[in-house]
């Protein structure tokens, strides 16, 4: 649908403003999916983010101008080098914010929360600010620090996250459980507007076809110690005493990368292992879910993890696919017992015992994914989450938009539409070609 269309005749084209720490579009799909969806509902779209080795300063991609005006570099730990490198991208939001004409709506993603405040220039113009809270920053930053809740750099970023909070106009976050702790930290009596991470229909297309030769378990996502990536390494090396024909596929990555690499070598396991050369995009996502015999989620349980729920298992659930996932409070209060296989975080033993009983229960976790994923259709989809983000923006037509937006992105799942993702792919498993 074009702009034209959208807003129709001698109607002034909205415009929108989205802000994200990190590389566009492989890094980000959740911002992705939102930015493209608001340019096929008729808004004039930018992004403003980091620019990976080799990606241009400025490009369009899926109906989106992306302008990276600042290179990625390598994730800092420290409080000072993380501040050192959240302000200098703000001053290039900020700059950008000063000379760009007026939007209607400035979108930011955090982490940094702070970057709200490098769009003051565009709210003094009459735009309205959206913070988008994927992660709790203080709960992010206390598991990669390790500083204590009461030391001195924790008492800032707990002043800065709930000014942040407060000087948005709207907050959005990823589920209910994150919504209600923002309200409780920040105060605010509006209502936090819940936008799950449910997938993009254009890139997970359920697969129907039945698949014959190996199983697969498939992890994908980033790569991090926390992912418990490590634990699954390991523990499909204990299952191979019972599946000897099973296949490990890994997607992603991330800091662990090089300590997988090690464990799938220690373990001998080269042969039967794909790991992928870096970040996938989602339209080969979705194609590996889509073929994948069980998706694995298998993250430990630390204070952020605790309260997130993974997109991968989101992912998983939409495409049918038989989940067996780390046993956490949100992702239980989200899927049940009944519809997701769980197991004890962190405990590789366990991980490599569900594995096997999957793999000898085929139909008791296809009746599992089938639960799930009915549950996932009337509770979670993507169209609803479209509509209430459309609602969000402000878009007073957001049922209608949000329904042709939905027609739109139907009518391309399957297509193959990597151009639009960007400049790089991923080879893929011998079994994808």
């Given at each position: 649908m074009?702009?034209a269309a959208?807003?129709?005749?001698?109607?002034?084209s909205?415009?929108a403003?989205f802000?994200?720490?990190?590389t566009?579009p492989?890094?980000e799909?959740?911002?992705?999916r939102?930015a493209?969806?608001?340019?096929?509902a008729?808004?004039?779209?930018d992004?403003v983010?980091?620019r990976?080795?080799?990606?241009?300063?400025?490009?369009?991609l899926?109906g989106v101008r992306?302008?990276?005006?600042?290179?990625?570099?390598?994730?800092a730990?420290?409080l000072?080098?993380l501040?050192?490198?959240?302000g200098?991208?703000w001053?290039?939001?900020l700059?950008?914010?000063v000379?760009?004409?007026?939007y209607?709506?400035?979108?930011?993603a955090?982490?940094?929360?702070f970057l709200v405040?490098?769009?003051a220039?565009q709210?003094?113009?009459?735009?309205?600010i959206v913070?988008?809270?994927h992660?709790?920053?203080t709960?992010l930053?206390?598991?990669r620090?390790?500083f204590?809740d009461?030391?001195?750099?924790?008492r800032?970023?707990h002043?800065l996250?709930?000014?942040?909070l407060?000087?948005?106009?709207?907050?959005m976050?990823v589920h209910a459980?994150?919504?209600?702790?923002l309200?409780?930290?920040t105060?605010r009596?509006d209502?936090?507007?819940?936008v799950?991470n449910s997938p993009?229909?254009?890139?997970f297309?359920?697969?129907e076809?039945?698949?014959a030769g190996?199983?697969v378990?498939?992890?994908?996502g980033?790569?991090?110690?926390?992912?418990?990536?490590?634990?699954?390494?390991?523990a499909?090396?204990l299952?191979?005493?019972?599946?000897?024909e099973?296949q490990?596929?890994?997607?992603?990555?991330?800091d662990?990368?090089?300590?997988v690499t090690?464990?799938v070598?220690?373990?001998?396991?080269?042969?039967?292992?794909?790991l992928?050369?870096?970040?996938?995009p989602?339209?080969?996502?979705g194609r590996?879910?889509?073929?994948?015999?069980?998706?694995?989620?298998?993250s430990?349980?630390?204070?952020?993890?605790d309260?997130?729920?993974s997109?991968k298992?989101l992912?998983y659930?939409?495409?049918?696919?038989?989940?067996i996932?780390a046993?956490?409070p949100?992702?239980?209060r989200?899927?049940?017992?009944?519809?997701?296989?769980?197991?004890?975080?962190?405990?590789?033993?366990e991980?490599s015992s569900?594995m096997?009983?999957a793999?000898r229960?085929?139909?008791e976790m296809q009746?599992?994914a089938a639960?799930?994923l009915?549950?996932?259709?009337?509770a979670?989809?993507?169209?609803?989450?479209?509509?209430t983000?459309?609602?969000?923006?402000g878009d007073?037509?957001?049922?209608?938009t949000?329904?042709?937006?939905?027609?739109?992105a139907?009518?391309?799942a399957?297509?193959q539409?990597?151009?639009?993702?960007?400049?790089?792919?991923?080879?893929?498993p011998?079994?994808?070609r």
């Amino acid at each position: 649908m074009s702009a034209a269309a959208a807003t129709g005749p001698g109607r002034r084209s909205r415009r929108a403003l989205f802000v994200v720490h990190k590389t566009y579009p492989l890094a980000e799909p959740r911002v992705r999916r939102l930015a493209e969806a608001a340019a096929m509902a008729g808004w004039r779209v930018d992004v403003v983010a980091l620019r990976a080795p080799g990606e241009a300063r400025l490009a369009w991609l899926g109906g989106v101008r992306v302008l990276r005006p600042r290179r990625q570099v390598a994730r800092a730990f420290t409080l000072l080098a993380l501040l050192r490198e959240y302000g200098a991208f703000w001053v290039a939001v900020l700059v950008h914010c000063v000379k760009a004409s007026r939007y209607d709506v400035v979108y930011v993603a955090n982490p940094p929360d702070f970057l709200v405040f490098a769009a003051a220039s565009q709210r003094w113009r009459g735009s309205r600010i959206v913070l988008d809270v994927h992660d709790l920053m203080t709960d992010l930053f206390a598991l990669r620090s390790g500083f204590a809740d009461t030391s001195v750099a924790a008492r800032v970023l707990h002043r800065l996250e709930r000014a942040s909070l407060r000087y948005a106009d709207t907050l959005m976050t990823v589920h209910a459980p994150y919504a209600r702790e923002l309200a409780q930290r920040t105060g605010r009596t509006d209502a936090v507007a819940v936008v799950m991470n449910s997938p993009d229909p254009r890139f997970f297309a359920r697969d129907e076809a039945v698949h014959a030769g190996p199983p697969v378990f498939l992890f994908h996502g980033s790569i991090f110690a926390r992912s418990g990536v490590l634990d699954l390494v390991e523990a499909f090396a204990l299952a191979r005493a019972e599946i000897p024909e099973a296949q490990l596929w890994i997607a992603g990555d991330g800091d662990a990368r090089s300590q997988v690499t090690d464990a799938v070598q220690r373990l001998e396991l080269g042969d039967v292992t794909w790991l992928s050369t870096g970040m996938v995009p989602l339209e080969e996502v979705g194609r590996l879910v889509a073929r994948a015999t069980f998706g694995v989620a298998p993250s430990h349980s630390n204070v952020h993890n605790d309260k997130a729920l993974s997109g991968k298992l989101l992912e998983y659930v939409a495409l049918g696919v038989p989940a067996i996932c780390a046993d956490l409070p949100t992702r239980k209060r989200h899927f049940p017992d009944d519809e997701v296989l769980y197991f004890a975080p962190g405990s590789v033993e366990e991980l490599s015992s569900k594995m096997v009983w999957a793999w000898r229960h085929p139909d008791e976790m296809q009746a599992r994914a089938a639960k799930a994923l009915r549950h996932y259709k009337q509770a979670y989809s993507w169209p609803a989450q479209l509509k209430t983000f459309l609602n969000v923006l402000g878009d007073h037509d957001g049922e209608r938009t949000a329904t042709e937006a939905g027609e739109h992105a139907a009518a391309q799942a399957g297509e193959q539409t990597v151009a639009q993702a960007g400049e790089q792919t991923v080879a893929e498993p011998e079994e994808m070609r």
